[in-house]
């Protein structure tokens, strides 16, 4: 799964990836092991080059805001899932499909968008209740909604495929 984090007003470019038990993690393209294991709701037990680290996740406002407790250092964070670098604003082009997926386990709660609607960038398209918040996945560009796969009241994995745009006609 590719994030884009922003955290103290800098946007990192996180890449997560599993491999073998533990999490492959690059933030910025620097990549480390991580072994995570939840230990509430909330909270998350991390083991970094050995050195073990309790990480403690709130939401904080809007979807997406959090705020993150690692070692007693309180951080505000905000997450977009459905970005990617390579944005039509940072110009580069956006040939093919959109694919909007879920960006972590959860459950979906509205569908907002079908086939055949017309979207603008950021509109809402599917509502998923992950870790008890709700998330708005959104547009990531103008275009129109070809096909929906989210279903209200199913359970979705992460990166599942929720809804596919064709680029502005």
Do not use: C
């Amino acid at each position: 799964m590719q994030y884009e984090i922003e955290i103290g007003g800098k946007v990192r470019q996180v890449v997560v990836h599993r491999s073998d038990g533990t999490f492959l993690v690059a933030v910025d393209g620097t990549e480390q092991a991580v072994d995570a294991v939840r230990v509430d709701a909330h909270t998350w037990s991390l083991l970094l080059d050995g050195r073990s680290v309790e990480a403690t996740i709130a939401s904080s406002g809007p979807a997406g805001s959090f705020a993150v407790d690692v070692d007693a250092t309180t951080v505000s964070a905000s997450l977009n899932g459905r970005r990617r670098w390579g944005r039509r604003e940072d110009g580069a082009s956006r040939s093919g499909p959109q694919r909007v997926v879920a960006p972590m386990p959860g459950k979906v709660l509205r569908v907002l968008a079908k086939p055949g609607d017309r979207v603008t960038a950021r509109q809402p398209l599917v509502v998923i209740e992950a870790m008890k918040m709700e998330n708005e996945l959104r547009a990531p560009a103008d275009g129109r909604v070809v096909e929906v796969h989210a279903v209200e009241g199913q359970s979705v994995d992460a990166g599942a495929l929720l809804v596919v745009l064709a680029g502005s006609d």
